[in-house]
């Protein structure tokens, strides 16, 4: 692990390094970047991989203060300065795809392709706030109990092994860290309405047994971006598509980035 101090938090990044074009991805609310295993392992002998923690999870260091999802793009954005990145394919598994999405408003020239793995450029369902909101209480007030954490595990992850994994992680958490991400992924706007914006070239995949953002939001974000050519449909792929079907998914990318232009 390495750090950057980046617009007053300290991020931590792995970086796989090399002289290959670069692909930057930021996590899912409640992951971190070692999400991304399965698609450092198959890329980084063709690519430079970037992986970082976002606010509020592992190892990155905030002033726990409100922030949003375009104070991220600008963390995404700053990171490869630290790094020296012009630019790069960036993207990134659910919330890791609302920064995404963000980044390439913000700074288009720098955005090379975007890679949006289960995510959406929408808000959550009005009737589904109350129910997560519930949740992060819940879990900042008294911990991430073994039902609520078994019951967040689902709706993420669904496989067995990998959600007991990812169990062990959160219990081993501070409780009260997901208080202020939690409020940014519920207040988060819509920029369904700017994806007209967005130029550069894009993959969107989801899983088709995705219970976290339906195949229709995927749908839409896929129609919205005039770089992308549909929803790449991985059979069976949970929220977590990435770690439950890797080769699907990394088949997805590769052909993705193997039909970029220079």
């Not at 949006?116 to 997560?132: F, H, K, M, R, S």
């Not at 770089?227 to 993705?256: E, L, Q």
């Amino acid at each position: 692990m390495a750090t950057a101090e980046v617009n007053g938090a300290t991020i931590a990044y792995d970086d796989t390094g090399g002289d290959g074009p670069v692909v930057v991805l930021a996590h899912g609310f409640l992951m971190d970047r070692t999400m991304f295993a399965p698609q450092v392992d198959a890329l980084r002998d063709r690519y430079r991989v970037v992986t970082w923690d976002q606010r509020g999870f592992n190892e990155t260091v905030y002033d726990d203060q409100r922030f949003t999802y375009w104070d991220s793009a600008q963390d995404c954005l700053g990171l490869m300065d630290h790094l020296g990145i012009d630019r790069a394919v960036v993207g990134g598994m659910s919330q890791g795809g609302f920064v995404s999405l963000r980044a390439a408003l913000l700074a288009p020239g720098r955005v090379r392709g975007l890679v949006l793995l289960d995510t959406q450029a929408g808000t959550e369902d009005d009737e589904v706030i109350p129910l997560y909101q519930g949740m992060i209480d819940q879990w900042v007030t008294s911990g991430p109990t073994d039902e609520l954490a078994g019951a967040t595990a689902s709706l993420i992850i669904g496989d067995p092994a990998l959600s007991a994994t990812w169990v062990a992680i959160w219990m081993a958490r501070s409780q009260e860290s997901l208080r202020t991400p939690g409020r940014t992924l519920l207040e988060r706007e819509s920029i369904a309405d700017r994806l007209g914006e967005i130029t550069a070239a894009a993959l969107v995949v989801h899983g088709t047994a995705d219970v976290s953002i339906t195949m229709d939001k995927a749908e839409a974000l896929a129609v919205g971006l005039a770089g992308c050519s549909g929803v790449v449909a991985v059979d069976g792929g949970t929220h977590a598509t990435n770690m439950t079907h890797p080769g699907a998914t990394n088949d997805a990318i590769f052909g993705f980035l193997a039909g970029l232009p220079d």
